[in-house]
């Protein structure tokens, strides 16, 4: 099935330790966006992009790197993960500026940060 | 910079009710406006959405909204609740920057049988 698909799912790492959260999608969309979702905060934009090669910072980057190599895929990574990273974290992806049809979602990432 | 309000953080309805979700924004040109719903455990699914013309938009399952800009809002509602629905719902409105959204800080709906 068409969509965005996130990998980890689950994922607990100590403090200091570093991972690469994947997103990839195969609706030939070319922005692609992450998300952390917080209780009662909604969702804040940490990166995005808006095509192969490309990336943005968002609302909370801090602690957050991106890289899109390829235009199907949108890495996050957290260098030195630390306990204020505990969040569900969640991948988007949509059309380019003419779109109408709000953003795909993956099925998150639920990290702890110990 | 744009903005979402959601005022109510949980709301409880029992099965058969009716609903209203309220939605408020802050965007000074006419906002592209968005309902998501998020089950458990679940990623977001877009319900309706909102960009000129008819100010009450459907949506899937049976939700509808309503742009209000003299109020500068965007009530999602449903006739009669299931226990299905007992879900997150999060307002969203697209600003100036690209494509992005701003989510809103979701309400979380429960639903007595």
């Known amino acids: 099935n068409a969509g965005v698909t996130q990998t980890p799912k689950f994922r607990v790492l100590k403090t200091g330790q570093s991972m690469t959260l994947l997103c990839a999608q195969d609706m030939n969309h070319e922005y692609m966006y992450w998300y952390r979702q917080d209780p009662g905060m909604g969702l804040r934009l940490i990166h995005y992009?808006?095509?192969?090669?490309t990336t943005a910072k968002g609302e909370v980057p801090d602690g957050y790197n991106v890289s899109r190599l390829k235009k199907q895929n949108f890495l996050l990574g957290l260098e030195s993960a630390a306990p204020s990273q505990t969040s569900v974290y969640f991948c988007?992806?949509?059309?380019?500026?003419?779109w109408g049809y709000g953003y795909t979602f993956g099925s998150g990432t639920r990290l702890t940060v110990v | 910079a744009q903005s979402v309000t959601q005022p109510d953080i949980h709301i409880t309805v029992s099965e058969g009710a009716s609903l209203e979700l309220r939605c408020n924004y802050s965007y000074g040109a006419t906002p592209y406006l968005f309902w998501y719903v998020q089950s458990p455990g679940q990623g977001l699914q877009l319900l309706l959405k909102y960009f000129s013309g008819d100010t009450l938009v459907q949506g899937i399952k049976g939700f509808e909204a309503e742009f209000k800009r003299s109020q500068s809002s965007f009530n999602l509602r449903k006739p009669s609740v299931h226990w299905s629905d007992a879900a997150e719902y999060f307002c969203?409105?697209?600003?100036?920057?690209?494509?992005?959204?701003?989510f809103g800080g979701g309400t979380r709906l429960m639903v007595k049988p």
């Open positions: 992009s808006v095509g192969e090669g």
């Open positions: 969203a409105v697209r600003g100036n920057a690209g494509n992005m959204l701003t």
């Open positions: 988007a992806s949509s059309y380019g500026p003419d």
